[in-house]
C-alpha cells in the first residue's frame, strides 16, 4: 500500500482465517515493514506523475511497477505466500469525471511469481460502474473490525466507516497528512512529529470557517477526496497563511473534519488507525470535541492496517466474493474488483 501522503510503502503479511461457528473472519499478522520514499527516486517521481502527460505517466508506472516487484521478492523472500495484493500508488482521481489512475499496477508487478497469484488495479471498475471508486477498505472494516462503532483512518486523507441497520456506510471526511506534511516540509521537517509544530501555534479563525464553508462537507456521503480537490479547492483558502499558521489551521481543521463526517454514525468507540493515529495534539483535539472512546491499536495494527485491508479485499477477489460495496461507493452494483496479472 502507498498512500497519498507520500511517506513510503507499507509492506504486510497476514493470515486470514474463517470461523464457520462465529460466522466470522479473524486475522493475524505475521511481518510487516515500512519502505521510506526518503532517499529514493520515487520522492519526486511520484509526485511528477500527478502532473505528467499520459505516455510519461506511463513509463513511471512501468519503473514503479518494477521498483515494487523488488520489494515485494525481497520481503516475501522467506516467508510461503498464497497470494499477493497491491493498491498501487494513487496518481489521478476524478470520479466526477470517470477517471481514477492507480500507477504500479502493471504487468512487471508480477514478474517471478510463478503460481502466486498477484491482485491490483482494485479502483477502475468501480469508477466505470458510476462509483467513486473510493474508500475501498470500508467492506474489510465490516468483516475485520466488527467490534468498534467506527473505524477511522488517518492517512493522506481521513477516512471513516460504520454499520447503520445492516447497511455499511462510509466516506473521505478531510485532508490529514496530505496537508500537514507538505506544511511541515515547509518548515524544515519531513512531517509534524506528535503535532508539536500545530500545538505551538494559533489556528486563524476566519481561514478555518472558509474550510469549514467548502461544498464537498455539505454533501452526502457516498463521497471521496483526492489531491486534485485539496490543490483546486482547500489550498487557497489558506494561501496568505505562514507555514506555522497554515499547520495550526490545517490540524484544527482536520479534526473538525473528522467529528463533522462521523456525527452521524453510531455512538460507541472508535478504531483509529494510519500515520495520523500518531499525531497527538490532532487525537487531542478529537477527545475534546467528542465523548467518544477514540481506541489506538499496538503498532503494527495501527500502521499497516490499510495494507492489510487491501489484502483482505485481493482475497475476496480470489474466492469470487464481492469486495467493494455499492454502498459505500456510490456505483450501480457491488462488484469483485480487480486485476488479476498474468506472469510477463
Known amino acids: 500500500m502507498s498512500g497519498t501522503s507520500l511517506d ?7 493470515e486470514f482465517e474463517f470461523h464457520d461457528r462465529t460466522n466470522r473472519w479473524q486475522h493475524r499478522i505475521i511481518a510487516s515493514q515500512f519502505i521510506p520514499y526518503e532517499g529514493t527516486e520515487w520522492a519526486q517521481r511520484l509526485q511528477a506523475s500527478y502532473h505528467a502527460l499520459p505516455t510519461d505517466r506511463e ?3 512501468q519503473d514503479y511497477s518494477r521498483w515494487l516487484n523488488r520489494a515485494f521478492h525481497s520481503f516475501f523472500d522467506a516467508l510461503s505466500v498464497d497470494a499477493i495484493a497491491s493498491h498501487g500508488h494513487t496518481a489521478v482521481h476524478q470520479p466526477q469525471l470517470g477517471m481514477t489512475i492507480q500507477i504500479g499496477n502493471d504487468a512487471p508487478l508480477a514478474a517471478g511469481f510463478e503460481g502466486i497469484p498477484v491482485v491490483g488495479d482494485f479502483r477502475r471498475a468501480d469508477v466505470a460502474r458510476g462509483g467513486q471508486g ?8 465490516a468483516f475485520l473490525y466488527t467490534d468498534h462503532a467506527v473505524c477511522l483512518n488517518l492517512g493522506g486523507f481521513s477516512n471513516a466507516s460504520w454499520s447503520l441497520q445492516g447497511i455499511r456506510h462510509a466516506g473521505d471526511l ?3 497528512n496530505f496537508v500537514l506534511n507538505h506544511f511541515a516540509q515547509q518548515l524544515g521537517f519531513a512531517f509534524d512529529a506528535g503535532g508539536a509544530l500545530a500545538r505551538q501555534h494559533q489556528a486563524d479563525a476566519d481561514c478555518l470557517q472558509r474550510l469549514q464553508a467548502l461544498p464537498f462537507y455539505a454533501q452526502d456521503f457516498p463521497k471521496s477526496l483526492g489531491r486534485e480537490w485539496v490543490e483546486q479547492e482547500w489550498m487557497p483558502c489558506l494561501s496568505h497563511l505562514s507555514p506555522q499558521q497554515a499547520i495550526a489551521t490545517a490540524t484544527e481543521h482536520a479534526a473538525w473534519a473528522i ?16 500515520g495520523g493515529a500518531q499525531n497527538d495534539y490532532l487525537l487531542t483535539l478529537l477527545r475534546a470535541g467528542s465523548s467518544r472512546t477514540w481506541h489506538i491499536p499496538g503498532a ?3 500502521d499497516f492496517k490499510e495494507a492489510l485491508c487491501f489484502a483482505f479485499l485481493g482475497l475476496r477477489k480470489l474466492r469470487g466474493e464481492v469486495n467493494v460495496w455499492s454502498s459505500v461507493t456510490g456505483a450501480k452494483a457491488d462488484g469483485c474488483d480487480g486485476t488479476i496479472f498474468a506472469q510477463p
Open 59 to 61: 513509463a513511471i508506472s
Open 174 to 176: 478531510g485532508p490529514v
Open 134 to 141: 473510493a474508500p475501498l477498505v470500508p467492506l474489510a472494516d
Open 300 to 302: 503494527e495494527e495501527r
Open 8 to 14: 513510503g510503502l507499507d509492506l504486510v503479511a497476514v
Open 259 to 274: 467529528l463533522h463526517g462521523i456525527a452521524t454514525a453510531p455512538e460507541g468507540d472508535v478504531l483509529v488507525t494510519g
